[in-house]
Nanobody
């Protein structure tokens, strides 16, 4: 059973940077496609970024392209989300997610395609 644990959230001002981490256990990220989602108060959970198993392919939601970078370190069994030029509208609880993937190209963007989730980490960006 894969277990995921996010860390790195916090409170910061607009245009700042933050790096989120998602440590996995019980499985290897070389066999799991992984992703970041976020949920702001009163809003539905939305896709942020995804990375294929092995890390060769990535996919980003349009509003974070050029600002966020998803990556994974298989040796550390950890996925990251580097967030730069943060905006107040990026404020949300950020969740990491994983799913077993037979394909090494899959970067699924729908939350229901993932069956392993972390507990979330709060990111608050002030203006």
């Amino acid at each position: 059973q894969v277990q995921l644990a996010e860390s790195g959230g916090g409170l910061l001002q607009a245009w700042g940077s933050l790096r989120l981490s998602c440590a996995s256990s019980g499985g290897t990220i070389t066999t799991y496609a992984m992703a970041w989602f976020r949920q702001a108060p009163g809003k539905e959970r939305e896709f942020v970024a995804a990375i294929s198993r092995g890390g060769a392919y990535t996919n980003y939601e349009d509003s974070v392209k050029g600002r966020f970078t998803i990556s994974a370190d298989s040796a550390k069994a950890t996925m990251y989300l580097q967030m730069d030029s943060l905006k107040p509208e990026d404020t949300a609880v950020y969740y990491c997610a994983a799913r077993y993937s037979a394909s090494d190209r899959s970067t699924a963007a729908m939350w229901w395609q993932y069956n392993h989730w972390g507990q979330g980490t709060q990111v608050t960006v002030s203006s």
